[in-house]
């Protein structure tokens, strides 16, 4: 048989409840200004910041490029050094 809460458990519920209400919409005023400084840097950036993912998935495109670049440099270095010279990665 279920018990039936007594008027001071449910007032503690009830204090709860808006203890934990006020602490969520804390931090959904924390994300939304967090998401609004991120919207302006994302601008800043020339970034449409309602398409981040796009940007940084072209971001991370230009960085492997890069990357690749760099590496076929340095396999370019290490087979124009003299071979006693040539430090592995």
């Known amino acids: 048989m279920p018990t039936i809460p007594t008027v001071d458990q449910l ?3 009830i204090a ?7 602490r969520l919409e804390g931090q959904q005023q924390s994300a939304e200004t967090e998401l609004a400084k991120l ?3 994302a601008t800043e950036l020339g970034l449409d910041p309602s398409d981040l993912t796009g940007a940084a998935t072209q971001i991370r495109g ?3 490029i890069a990357v690749t670049a760099v590496r076929e440099e340095i396999q370019a270095l290490k ?3 003299p071979s006693d010279e040539v430090v592995s990665n």
Request: charged content about 55%.
């Open 11 to 13: 007032r503690k519920d």
């Open 16 to 22: 709860s409840a808006h203890t934990d209400l006020a």
């Open 39 to 41: 919207e302006a840097e």
């Open 62 to 64: 230009d960085v492997d």
């Open 79 to 81: 087979k124009e050094a």
